[in-house]
């Protein structure tokens, strides 16, 4: 099956995510949008809960000239199931002449002249955002063309799910245990960290910083049923604790959950060698506020983090994945220099974080050989 993913404000962290989730047959990419054809057909709205750096999941059509376009967008909303409200949309992705509003004026005559009520959804953009095609139900009782522009023809698709916008906020705002000066790992970077892991669900996964339990609750919610966290701070695991019990109670998840007092610097003195099968984890992100002097923390942050990095290597099994987030001092683009042991190979990193903010992420995955 072709589908369409709508990438998110970090295209290259989205897509990566994607090609190690999916493990896709073919794929093409532009900056925006990655076109993949999987082997079989999948439950978009169930796998979009799991991808945090995906706006849009839908299915491909086909490819069209301009002028096809419009026979074919026609064709698909005649097919299309009706309610007594029929709403549709259009957006566009991507560089072409096409006139979005014109093409749907268009459309909304000819469904008319049949006979068919409906209402032509529009915007100031030139895509529909998540929060306009959940609230007119474009996915379940009307339809969002979805126009990606590459060379000479036009894909033309269909929307099958949005990123769940209202969950994620919840997880995120409304969880009963909260710190904001120790740094706040976004519900949906954690699902982005956990599946740049590659982790089976049965594998064991570790977060060392584990902080309030963001990445164990998505976790959870992701059904990885062998988790361990650890923090140096007693109150980051009583916060923990309180958030899976919550998440437990609203999602009626379970697991086994391990949750340990521990320093980072001393994982092997509780876990064996080579059983873990994945360490995901952000780590401590630096003084939040106040006048900091930034050389000195880098400093000291990279001294401690690759002792930590040295017991992760102890602990991980071979072909396990470590997925870190680390602090990236801005505008000066500071950050900790990871000293890898000899089996740990760095596979990728990313950049994370949005203009004004002083402190980004920088994510890097390592693989141990």
Known sequence: MNYFFILGNHPS?????L???????????????LLALLPEKIEAKALLAELGGTIKIGRLLGTYTNRELYEAALAELQSAPKTSKFNFGISLYGKSGINTHKLGLELK???KAEGISCRFVTSREKQLSSVVVEQNKLTRDGRELVIIAGGSKLWLGITEAVQPFKDLSERDYGRPARDDHSGMLPPKLAQIMINLSGAEKNQTLLDPFCGSGTVLTEAMLMNYKNLIGSDISPKAIGDTEKNIAWIKQHANRSGNIKLEVLDAQKLSTIFDKNSIGAIVTETYLGPQRGK???KKVVIELTTLYNQVLREMEIVLKSGG????????????RLCVELKEPATLKKINSFTYGR???????????LKKV
Do not use: C, N, Y
């Open 321 to 332: 994945t470590i997925v870190l987030a680390l602090p990236l001092f801005m505008p000066a």
């Open 109 to 111: 005559s000819a469904l």
């Open 19 to 33: 090609l190690t989730r999916l493990k896709p047959v073919e794929h093409k990419e532009s900056d925006s949008v």
């Open 13 to 17: 962290l989205s897509r990566a995510e």
């Open 292 to 294: 900091v002097d930034i």
């Open 355 to 365: 203009a004004g903010q002083s402190v980004w992420r920088e994510i890097i995955v």
